[in-house]
């Protein structure tokens, strides 16, 4: 399997907005590493080091360790309570849609996918959130979770964004069906672009598209 999702989870806003885009970025030219997005990996193999409860913690600094913290005491009750739960899990949907789920967890009849943010700029809505919406449906959708849409009555998706503008913990609450709907929407922007002229679309999602230097419709827009 490839190391990453033709079809990403975090990146899924785009692929529906704008299905042309998963080609495009293809061509696009190689981006240098982020700091930020290295910064964000650190600061997610600490949550992993803490929430599993392993004796020696990655490097991190003090600044880095309090943010994680907040979403170590949101996600520590739900997973001390829990039936059944994934910290850092890899689901799978097929060979092109899979990622890494931050943490979910099987209450009862409730279903809480748990998302870490760590920068501090552009502010994540759980709300009808594409990236957590694809995760509760790989979620339910990988049978190594062992949690099936007939399990599950409510589903809860959560952002944690210590650092953000917004609100610390930003919570959802929302039902299989819309995750199943949403999950239909992915399939349909999957065909889209692997289509022979797929739909191409500026948004608000282009803003950390790689391919927006080679983008038609961008060029056309600042021609």
């Known amino acids: 399997m490839a190391a990453h999702a033709e079809f990403s989870p975090s990146a899924m806003k785009r692929i529906i907005a704008c299905p042309g885009s998963v080609e495009l970025c293809k061509k696009a030219p190689p981006q240098p590493p982020s700091p930020y997005a290295e910064e964000g ?45 994934g910290i850092e899990a890899r689901l799978q949907l097929s060979d092109e849609l899979f990622g890494t789920s931050d943490c979910y ?32 449906g790989l979620v339910l959708a990988d049978p190594s979770t062992n949690i099936e849409p007939d399990d599950v009555d409510t589903i809860i998706l959560t952002i944690v964004q210590p650092r953000g503008m917004g609100p610390a913990v930003d919570s959802w609450s929302t039902d299989v069906r819309r995750v199943q709907d949403h999950m239909a929407e992915v399939a349909q922007a999957m065909e889209q672009a ?30």
Do not use: W
């Open 41 to 85: 990996t650190q600061a997610h193999n600490l949550a992993e080091a803490m929430l599993m409860m392993e004796e020696t913690l990655p490097e991190h600094t003090q600044e880095m360790l309090d943010a994680v913290q907040v979403y170590v005491d949101y996600c520590d009750p739900i997973i001390d309570s829990a039936d059944k739960y």
């Open 105 to 136: 967890a099987l209450l009862g009849r409730t279903l809480y996918v748990i998302d870490y943010k760590h920068g501090q700029g552009v502010t994540v809505a759980a709300e009808d959130n594409p990236q957590a919406l694809t995760y509760a």
């Open 194 to 223: 692997k289509s022979e002229n797929p739909h191409i679309e500026i948004g608000d999602h282009c803003r950390f598209c790689s391919a927006k230097m080679i983008c038609p419709a961008m060029e056309k827009a600042q021609s």
